[in-house]
Nanobody, 126 residues
Framework: QVRLVESGGGSVQAGGSLRLSCKAS????????IGWFRQAPEKEREAVAI????????YYGNSAKGRFTISQDGAKTTVYLQMDSLEPEDSAMYYC???????????????????WGQGTQVTVTV
């Protein structure tokens, strides 16, 4: 079992920044993907950023490229999402998720992830 707990959400004005944290515990050694998804009201869940330790690679959703950065602490117990230049369209519930995926599997497909946190709300105001 893997437990994921998010923090760092809140309300910020457009153009501002937030840093989200996801603390992982349990059988994290059984996973090789961890990262962030988000879901806004009446919109589909979408990938934001993923760390794939199987190839030491990061993946970003189209909306996050150039503005968001995913990182991990040295102990690999916490994953961060640095969000800069936030826009109202970034408002959503942000979820931390983890899974074990094969090299050729799409890392940005939320349906492939079996461990999920409860989410942290991000609201960007104009």
């Amino acid at each position: 079992q893997v437990r994921l707990v998010e923090s760092g959400g809140g309300s910020v004005q457009a153009g501002g920044s937030l840093r989200l944290s996801c603390k992982a515990s349990g059988a994290t050694y059984a996973t090789n993907c961890i990262g962030w998804f988000r879901q806004a009201p009446e919109k589909e869940r979408e990938a934001v950023a993923i760390i794939y330790s199987g190839e030491d690679t990061t993946y970003y959703g189209n909306s996050a490229k150039g503005r968001f950065t995913i990182s991990q602490d040295g102990a690999k117990t916490t994953v961060y999402l640095q969000m800069d230049s936030l826009e109202p369209e970034d408002s959503a519930m942000y979820y931390c998720a983890s899974a074990y995926l094969g090299p050729k599997e799409d890392k940005l497909r939320w349906q492939a992830y079996n461990y999920w946190g409860q989410g942290t709300q991000v609201t960007v105001t104009v």
